[in-house]
């Protein structure tokens, strides 16, 4: 082997060495940041539930024109129409038919 081959040789598995040391660093950081990332903001998650309830209402709307159009009776629309809303706001089935009774 000529005296450059050997010297590569012997400095290769150094180079090797220093780029998986600085690899492993910057594989770690990623991992460090990616819940700082992932955190939305609290105004952006407020906002995001505001339109996520309003097609809530829309769903409920679209329920009760397919239902109506498909002829299905008015108390199983009302009940399909119910069940789109969440659950933290929808209203109980007697409320409900309480509701309509009026």
Request: charged share 25%; with cysteine; glycine share 2%.
């Amino acid at each position: 082997m000529p005296p450059e081959d050997k010297d590569a040789a012997a400095a290769a598995p150094a180079d090797a060495a220093n780029t998986e040391a600085e690899a492993a660093p910057a594989a770690a950081a990623p991992a460090e940041e990616a819940p700082a990332a992932d955190a939305a903001p609290a105004p952006v998650i407020i906002i995001k539930k505001i339109i996520d309830d309003d097609g809530e209402i829309l769903k409920a709307a679209q329920q009760i024109i397919i239902g109506n159009m498909h002829g299905h009776p008015v108390p199983l629309i009302i009940e399909a129409a119910r069940v789109c809303i969440s659950h933290h706001v929808q209203p109980s089935f007697a409320e409900l038919f309480d509701a309509l009774r009026k």
